[in-house]
């Protein structure tokens, strides 16, 4: 079992299994971080969010292995991420009424200040960054 290691200044990440489980430790570890920085009012969306996030790279790529990861880039912004050795890129698109999945992108776009992914030659992070409120 892996633990949380903390990655540079004011971060935690985590390498997890890449499977459903998974969600239910990243909801901690993103709960948890929140709650340090004394930000655990954020938790709700921001453990939502990581969920979404998690299941996409479950249901939509091949990995064995993702990496969750918390930062909180400045004192305004927190990221959470997600990432895998897919190269497959995301796509928001409209899920019809019907569908039980292909919402998860349009939801982490309607509840992060903004989203996106960066791609590496060996795979991706998804990241979706929160605005901190002010005290």
Known sequence: MT???TVGPAGYSETLPC???TARRARRLV???LNTWGIGEMAEVGTLIVSELVGNAVRHTP???IRVSVRRVTNDLVRI???DKSHALLKMAPAAGGDETGRGLVLID???HRWGYD???WGKTV???LTVPAC
């Open 3 to 5: 633990r949380p290691t």
């Open 19 to 21: 499977e459903p489980e």
């Open 31 to 33: 709960s948890a971080a």
């Open 63 to 65: 990995c064995r292995l």
């Open 81 to 83: 991420g997600v990432t």
């Open 110 to 112: 309607a509840l992060s």
């Open 119 to 121: 791609q590496m030659r």
């Open 127 to 129: 990241w979706a960054e």
